[in-house]
């Protein structure tokens, strides 16, 4: 006999989102949100299984947010899958998919955003200045409507996650944020949404980005010249067919700040660059 997938149930309120959570809540269980913009892949979905490992139920949020884009980027064109993610998320048995409009998330009147220092300066606000303020506002908003006891981001976005639990400890959040293992194909290439973006051959060259970086980390863990080496693999990677370098770059792992030297200190390798239409980004440890 077949065994029936449950489909997850939809909701598209933040009234409904939270009666539905009252319901666990009266029961004295526990709930992980798990905030994406769909398009979902197997990354996405380990960071629901990780949910299911902490919690009693799983919300997956699904919203392309508005504020994050700049107006010369890929809102209009990123991929919208709600169908073909709720068939995945029901595989892993996920409770609750919340997907609002974006007149639901920012009512006519909104007049409130988020305005973030600390790491949200530098790299990725280099490039995107609008970026983390409409991140940070986003996510709080998220929090705030679901109220879960985790929220589980991916590392691959490693200075979204930063950024994210800078503000939940300045607002004093009730939740535990959790950062998850960046899933890889099996040549390095950091799993992605946008990665449908890249022709065969771009995709072919992608995995320079990994081989690269695990070269820096190499020299950061033994105290080299990561100047030089990040120059290195910036050059590395335009002759192996990117067509720009936006930051190769070691950070202290926690501030993202320019490394102290001091011993001990936790170092991160974070790269962005432009594979053509396509811009990846990635991090590991060093």
Known sequence: MTETVRRPAI???????????????????TVALVPTMGALHDGHLSLVADGFR?????????FVNPTQFAPHEDFQTYPRTEGPDVEKLAGLGTDLVFAPSALEMYPLGNATRLEMAGPAVGLESDFRPHFFGGVATVVAKLLIACGP????????????LAVVRQMVSDLALPVTIVGATTVRETDGLALSSRNAYLSAEERAIAPTLFAEMSRVAEVAHAKGDVTAACAAAGAALLAAGFRQIDYVAVRNAVTLAAPSGEAGEPLRVLVAAWLGKTRLIDNMAA
């Open 54 to 62: 902490r919690a009693d139920h799983v919300v997956v949020s699904i």
């Open 11 to 29: 909701v598209r309120t933040i009234a409904d989102l939270r009666a539905r959570v009252a319901r666990w809540r009266a029961a004295g269980e």
């Open 149 to 160: 006891d985790f929220a589980i981001f991916g590392e691959k976005d490693y200075q979204q």
